[in-house]
Structure formats: C-alpha cells, structure tokens
C-alpha cells in the first residue's frame, strides 16, 4: 500500500467542462497500477477515482490524473433506483435486464415507461415480459417522461436512469427534477454513434464527439446540474427480449438460403455486446457512485467483430452455409441504411473506462450467446414467417445475381 500512497502525491483531478471538452469525461490510459499478489487483502477492490484526456488526444494530459480509490468489498447498500425507460428502439432492452439485475441485488426498483401500458407497442418483448419485473419485487409504471414529478410525487430515489432520451428537450424534464428532487445520482444512456469518424479506431473515451449531437448536449447538461452523474454510450446489442433486428437480420437470410449483403469489404470492424454486459456495467455504476461519477463510459464488450464474421457466426449457429455478396451501395443505388443493421464502416469501441474505474469485465462471448439467440429465434417461429426482401432482390439485380425464386 506504500507504494500507492506515495504515488498519489503526483496526481490531481479536474472536472471542468468548456466547450472544447467532453463533461468531466474519464478516458481510460493505457497504463495500469500493478501491485503484487500478496500485497493487497483479497476483500480489496482498486478503482481510479478520475482519470481525464484531451478530448482530441488519447494520450495523457500530464495535469488531469486523480488518485486511485481503494476500497474495502462487503454488504452492498439497498439503494432506490428509478428506471425511465424507452417504448422503442433497441435500447428499451438495458433497463429491462437493468431493472431484474438491480432487483437481483436487493435493491429497490421502479420501471417508468413511455406511453401508456394498453398500447400496442407493450404487447412486444420486452416490455410484454415486465412480469419478470414484478415478479421479482419491482414495480412498473407509465406515463410522459415529463410529468415524472407528478407520477411519481413525493417520492425521493437515491439514482435515477434516464434511458429514454436522445436530446435535452427530452432529459432534462427528467433531470431538473432529480435535481430538485434530492436524488444523488443521474445516470444516462447516451450512445457511441456520437463519436466522430477516427482514422484511430477502436473509439475510446475522450475521442472527439459531434459538438452538435443532442446526447452531446445532455452530457454536458447534467455535468453542470448534477455533482454525481455518469453517461453510457452503447453501441449493438443482442439478448433476449431485444426488439431491434440485429442477429435477427442475418438468421432471416441465412436459414432461407438466401445471400447475405454486405456493404464494403466485409471487413469494417464493429461492436456487438450482450445486454447483461451493459446491466452489469450499470449496476456497478449505481453500487460505486464514488467512483462513477463524473465518467463517460463505452457501454460496450471488449471484442471487435468484423461484419463478413458476423455473417460467418450466424450461420454457423444455424447450421447453415452462408454465401456472402460484396457491393456499393452508391453504384447499385440505395441506401446502406435501410438496407443493413450497421454501419458501413469501421465503428468499434472499447470499454476502457468500465474496466478501469469500475472493476468491469465483459462476459460477452459472440459464438456462445448466438446460439441462444438463434434458439429463440426458431422457438417464436421466425424461421418460418413469410418475408419479402424488395430491397436484396433490387441490389441482386443489380449486380447481375440470380435471385431466389
């Protein structure tokens, strides 16, 4: 312990923010403390308490360390956790899995979703199996995010998670009354996507972001209210419950025998994680406010994957072959975006802050958890709907390939 103690002497923390610069953002170095097996109690965890970059450099700004925070593992404390939640979109499935991990940890949890319950969309995963939620001790409810204050009026939560908004139209109904409120800690699911093209991949936080883009503007917004905040920026997800093709996309293909398209070389790197990665990185989050506050954290695996391999692993986990098709998408004339799941180009992050501050290892494991996916996916009888593809047919044509009949 000597030597921490005497290193600390050389490091200091700043949390400003300006306009140059992400929100008190701790990008992770690629240096680590080491202390030798028998020096410290196994009881003891060692997570640095902040750690800041340049935000168009990814090396260390001699100025911008804090020391390292030791503290002594035992009984976690029951805090009360507020949840608003998403009706669409991929991310509605981190405060589902959020919620049940949170509540497996004995804490006290309440579901705020947008819309109403009688809708159409909670009739689809995941929020048809919110009885999961229930079932283990929590509660849901419904409503305009906006009018959190009157939904739930006189109630006090130690952390809150806005996990619905893109912008600050939409947050900071939320967070002025957290703030107002007394609750400690606001948490926020921002998204990777913010990053702007680098020629440096993976992303690692404190790379340049769009000053522009509304998460963006929610970071910096919550920075300036809040004296313990943390901001999540996820990227791909797979899991049970998920409502957004991702996996999805290609079994539809693969198990039809058809072709599947692939923008590019097929090479461009991405990153596609298990939602129980982003829970736990959350739970630890809302378990070690100490230490997340303050930090930008890549809510992401710590495994690339290239998009030909992603095809390659789906097929696979379906027992099928696959046979991949390269184009351009501005030769053949349509848009990558709608017709594929991901990005044509490399966008690949690291979660080099969670590992670092937090403790936090991923266990996501693309081959293995696949084969879960694809279960499911034949369980609800998707291999068997009948599916028009327009838009493959429309590319095929174009580059002279005979289209399955």
């Known amino acids: 312990?000597?030597?921490?103690?005497?290193?600390?002497?050389?490091?200091?923390?700043?949390?400003?923010?300006?306009?140059?610069?992400?929100?008190?953002?701790?990008?992770?170095?690629?240096?680590?403390?080491?202390?030798?097996?028998?020096?410290?109690?196994?009881?003891?965890?060692?997570?640095?308490?902040?750690?800041?970059?340049?935000?168009?450099?990814?090396?260390?700004?001699?100025?911008?360390?804090?020391?390292?925070?030791?503290?002594?593992?035992?009984?976690?404390?029951?805090?009360?956790?507020?949840?608003?939640?998403?009706?669409?979109?991929?991310?509605a499935v981190i405060g589902f899995y959020f919620a049940k991990e949170l509540l497996g940890s004995g804490h006290d949890v309440t579901v705020l979703t947008v819309g109403e319950e009688s809708s159409d969309k909670m009739k689809k995963t995941p929020f048809s199996r919110f009885s999961e939620i229930t079932g283990a001790g929590g509660r849901t409810v419904w409503?305009?995010?906006?009018?959190?204050?009157?939904?739930?009026?006189g109630e006090v939560f130690d952390a809150v998670l806005d996990n619905n908004g893109k912008d600050l139209d939409s947050v900071s109904?939320?967070?002025?009354?957290?703030?107002?409120?007394?609750?400690?800690?606001?948490?926020?699911?921002?998204?990777?996507?913010?990053?702007?093209?680098?020629?440096?991949p993976p992303h690692v936080e404190g790379d340049a972001v769009k000053a522009d883009a509304g998460h963006v503007l929610v970071e910096k917004y919550i920075s300036e209210i809040f004296g313990n905040w943390a901001s999540f920026r996820p990227q791909y997800m797979i899991g049970s419950?998920?409502?957004?093709?991702?996996?999805?996309?290609?079994?539809?293909?693969?198990?039809?025998?058809?072709?599947?398209?692939?923008?590019?070389?097929?090479?461009?790197?991405?990153?596609?994680?298990?939602?129980?990665?982003?829970?736990?990185?959350?739970t630890l989050a809302v378990q070690n406010p100490a230490a997340a506050s303050g930090h930008i954290f890549n809510?992401?695996?710590?495994?690339?994957?290239?998009?030909?391999?992603?095809?390659?692993?789906?097929?696979?986990?379906?027992?099928?072959?696959?046979?991949?098709?390269?184009?351009?998408?501005?030769?053949v004339g349509v848009d990558a975006k709608k017709a594929f799941p991901f990005r044509n180009?490399?966008?690949?992050?690291?979660?080099?802050?969670?590992?670092?501050?937090?403790?936090?290892?991923?266990?996501?494991?693309?081959?293995?958890?696949?084969?879960?996916?694809?279960?499911?996916?034949v369980k609800i009888g998707r291999d068997k709907k009948e599916m028009k593809f327009e838009l493959d047919d429309k590319i095929l044509e174009s580059l002279k390939v005979p289209v399955a009949a």
């Not at 409502?243 to 590019?264: A, H, M, Q, S, Y």
């Not at 690949?348 to 937090?358: D, F, Q, S, T, V």
């Open 173 to 200: 109904p939320v967070a002025d009354w957290a703030k107002s409120s007394g609750v400690k800690q606001f948490l926020f699911i921002s998204s990777a996507g913010i990053y702007k093209p680098t020629d440096e």
């Open 241 to 282: 419950g998920n409502n957004k093709d991702c996996e999805e996309w290609f079994f539809d293909r693969i198990v039809r025998g058809r072709p599947v398209l692939i923008p590019g070389s097929g090479m461009q790197l991405t990153n596609i994680s298990h939602v129980r990665d982003l829970s736990s990185m959350l």
């Open 143 to 153: 409503g305009n995010p906006a009018d959190v204050g009157k939904i739930l009026e």
């Open 345 to 377: 180009m490399h966008f690949y992050a690291e979660p080099r802050a969670a590992n670092e501050i937090l403790g936090w290892s991923a266990t996501t494991n693309l081959p293995e958890d696949l084969k879960e996916r694809y279960e499911e996916y």
């Open 299 to 331: 809510c992401v695996s710590d495994r690339a994957v290239t998009l030909d391999g992603m095809a390659r692993l789906c097929a696979k986990v379906a027992g099928s072959s696959v046979e991949i098709v390269h184009y351009d998408p501005k030769a």
């Open 1 to 91: 312990m000597a030597a921490l103690a005497s290193s600390s002497s050389l490091l200091h923390s700043s949390s400003s923010f300006n306009s140059s610069s992400t929100p008190s953002i701790s990008p992770v170095s690629r240096i680590s403390l080491k202390f030798p097996s028998s020096s410290l109690s196994s009881s003891l965890s060692i997570s640095p308490s902040f750690l800041a970059f340049s935000l168009n450099s990814r090396r260390v700004s001699p100025n911008s360390y804090s020391s390292p925070v030791v503290q002594a593992s035992g009984a976690v404390e029951k805090k009360k956790v507020l949840i608003v939640n998403t009706n669409s979109g991929g991310h």
